[in-house]
């Protein structure tokens, strides 16, 4: 990966009309505005499907391998003439600063079912066909599943009658059959995404734009990927979790966190030669330009708590085979455009293989000044250069929203000796992102609320907070010139053009 900058916009954030940030134009403008801004990158998190009853995270879904239907572009299906301009002219009054997710699903699912039917008698067959088949290793069980979830009242898998559960092949070929034209129509909506997908990728390729993509490490126990691929994961013999996912107690917390994922029977996985995870990585691959693996540390050790437990407490560590595992992708992959978030502990040999593998860890601004230690892993001045510097990331406050509400009278001198002057709070969000783009790390990215310089009220995400995250959006006509053509000044000064 190349030096360069680039910022942290999750396309839900993107100024729409239709309640939510899409794939179509205002995708395609926030793209001019990296270019004429100088940046390089663009990192977005997962795009997988997401559930208002999961808060609709993005690090919830019922697929890895699925996308997120509700970001397709109401404008794009009618340029491919599976809508007319009538049905989206008069939009619902969604909100423009929040979104309503509830909402969006069901405009986008009465928006989809019309592109549907139009395109059941339309000439674009062949292509949707192809995709079918190019994708088949998932989308057929991804489909079948959200059928049979409809079907069973959206109970979890694991309460479903036993031939479904245990899928029993003729149970499922009839489940086929009865739920022929909800299956089409789930796979017709991933052709959709995909092919909206294609062409802001293409588009961000020539205006020499990378996009960076986010792959969670582990999955839901309620989806398509555990359902159909259950002896990866550790289950007994009922399909319930024997253990689940979570990280022990810390200095954050004193009875850790519990996940709740499945965690990985990495030895069957070993077996196989991991080609689950080489499918997953292929499909990520091909969808961006590089991808920030979440909680990079399970692939070498992971926290697995026994199922049924209240809390994280009573869990121990399990080894991973990072080494067999990295080395089967690097056998099938001439390159993996890697990003390991890397965020508190790591043991010894997780930095080792880093190293070894050449593959970026990632540097927080925010964190880099509550202790009095001249040799804090997250000031600058310490940086390798193989490593990607954010001022924060979507799990954090904004920069002025954590002077605002985090920082004591410590934090400050701390941050006034830094910087050998007394910055106002009003200039703190510019001369962190100076920062970043000065220090020697290659890649240094912005979360568009800093490039802002917003407060807290425009936070994506707050940890172990279970509503109202990932709602806040980008107001309209807030990009202007001004904004853009001081981040290409900063951009030339520190050689990242």
């Known amino acids: 990966m190349r030096r360069g900058s680039g910022l942290l916009c999750h396309i839900t954030s993107l100024p729409s009309r239709y309640g939510i940030g899409d794939l179509g134009p205002a995708a395609f403008d926030f ?113 079948l599943f959200k059928a049979l979830k409809i079907k069973f009242d959206m109970r979890s898998w694991d309460n479903w009658p036993d031939e479904y559960r245990y899928r029993h092949e003729g149970s499922l070929e009839t489940a086929r059959n009865e739920n022929h034209h909800a299956i089409e129509r789930e796979k017709f909506s991933q052709y959709l995404f995909h092919k909206q997908w294609r062409a802001l990728k293409k588009y961000c390729n020539e205006k020499c734009i990378q996009i960076i993509g986010d792959m969670p490490l582990y999955v839901d126990y309620d989806s398509s990927d555990t359902w159909s691929n259950p002896g990866i994961f550790k289950l007994d013999e009922d399909l319930r979790p024997l253990f689940v996912s979570g990280v022990p107690p810390d200095y954050f917390s004193d009875t850790g966190q519990l996940w709740g994922n499945p965690v990985y029977d990495w030895d069957t996985l070993r077996a196989d030669d991991f080609h689950w995870w080489v499918s997953r990585m292929k499909q990520t691959i091909s969808c961006f330009d590089a991808v920030r693996i979440d909680h990079f540390v399970g692939l070498f050790k992971y926290w697995e708590v026994p199922f049924g437990e209240e809390t994280a407490v009573d869990g121990h560590w399990a080894d991973a085979p990072f080494d067999d595992f990295f080395h089967a992708l690097r056998k099938r992959f001439c390159t993996l455009p890697v990003i390991a978030e890397d965020l508190g502990y790591m043991p010894p040999q997780v930095r080792e293989s880093m190293t070894k593998y050449d593959i970026p860890g990632m540097k927080i601004l925010l964190y880099a000044f509550h202790e009095d230690d001249p040799m804090h892993p997250y000031l600058p001045h310490t940086y390798p250069r193989n490593c990607v510097v954010y001022t924060g990331t979507h799990d954090n406050n904004t920069v002025r929203g954590w002077l605002d509400n985090e920082t004591g009278a410590d934090d400050r001198r701390r941050i006034r000796d830094y910087f050998g002057k007394e910055i106002p709070d009003g200039q703190m969000h510019r001369e962190f992102i100076r920062l970043a783009m000065m220090s020697v790390g290659d890649i240094a990215l912005f979360p568009i609320q800093d490039i802002l310089g917003l407060g807290a009220d425009s936070r994506l995400n707050t940890p172990a907070v279970a509503h109202g995250n990932w709602e806040w959006r980008i107001a309209p006509g807030v990009l202007h010139e001004n904004i853009a053509a001081d981040l290409l000044h900063l951009t030339t000064i520190y050689g990242r053009i």
């Open 31 to 143: 793209a001019d505005f990296l270019h004429r801004s100088g940046q390089s990158y663009w990192q977005v998190l997962p795009l997988n499907p997401t559930d208002p009853a999961h808060g609709s995270s993005p690090y919830s879904s019922i697929s890895v391998f699925a996308y997120n239907t509700l970001l397709i572009s109401p404008e794009l299906i009618v340029r491919d003439g599976l809508l007319d301009s009538n049905d989206i002219v008069n939009p619902p009054d969604f909100p423009v600063d929040r979104c309503n997710y509830q909402w969006v699903l069901e405009y986008k699912t009465y928006l989809l079912d019309r592109a549907f039917n139009r395109f059941l008698s339309g000439r674009e067959r062949s292509l949707f066909d192809d995709f079918c088949a190019e994708n088949s290793f998932w989308l057929d069980d991804y489909a």
